[in-house]
């Protein structure tokens, strides 16, 4: 925190799911444009590498979000940290099976272990965060176009996304009292690790890189937020 400003007056943002690439990328941008930013996830090294990168007031949490000791552990640190949240970005999420199974060929274990981290999960982060976001925060949770467009193989990943997109539109509605904006943000395909697993013969001169798609909704969300 620069020398003479007061820790309410810090813009602070959250990011889940930092390690690579979209969220690691909007971590980046975040604290690139003077945010405090609190980023969690699961592998160390590269939480590790983020912070020394960003610098004193970037604050990074290892964590699984499926775990609700992990996510009280996020809360903590920003808590500590920040006091407060101004923009939660809700990156972290599953694939699932590898290769994409088709909807007979996945079995309902997998797809409990999909709808735990991409449904169950955020609603964790969302409740116990909710009451450190301030008047005129926004939430927003990273979709996908499979969340609304039939792909074969993507009957698991894309049924849990739509699950939550339709609990963030009425999240939006729930929070309007406290001026607080929730939504859905599809980036698009994107030049990342999580792509290149899903569609591993994808051309990737035709993808959005993640720090393009970072800035896109870098813009999106201050302009919700009026600055």
């Known amino acids: 925190m620069k020398e003479g400003t007061r820790k309410e007056d810090r813009r602070s943002a959250v990011v889940t799911g930092c390690t690579s690439g979209l969220g690691r990328s909007l971590f980046r941008k975040f604290s690139g444009e003077g945010w405090h930013v609190t980023g969690c996830g699961r592998r160390v090294d590269l939480l590790d590498s983020l912070r020394t990168e960003c610098g004193p007031d970037a604050v990074t949490v290892p964590c699984d979000i499926r775990l609700e000791n992990h996510v009280s552990a996020l809360r903590r640190a920003v808590e500590t940290t920040a006091g407060h949240i101004d923009v939660l970005v809700l990156n972290a999420g599953a694939l699932g099976q590898l290769p994409l ?94 792509h290149r697993l899903a ?29």
């Open 101 to 194: 199974p088709g909807f007979l060929a996945t079995s309902v274990m997998e797809l409990r272990k999909l709808y735990e981290t991409n449904v169950f999960a955020n609603f964790t982060v969302v409740k116990a965060l909710s009451g450190l976001l301030r008047d005129g925060a926004v939430i927003a949770h990273i979709t996908s176009d499979a969340s609304r467009i039939p792909y074969e193989g993507w009957a698991g990943y894309g049924s849990s996304k739509a699950a939550f997109n339709l609990a963030v539109d009425v999240l939006n509605l729930e929070l309007r009292g406290r001026n607080i904006r929730a939504l859905n943000v599809d980036p698009g395909d994107m030049d990342t690790e999580m």
């Open 199 to 227: 569609v591993p013969d994808a051309d990737a001169s035709k993808l959005k890189k993640p720090d393009d798609a970072a800035s896109e909704i870098y813009r999106l969300i201050v302009s919700l937020k009026g600055e």
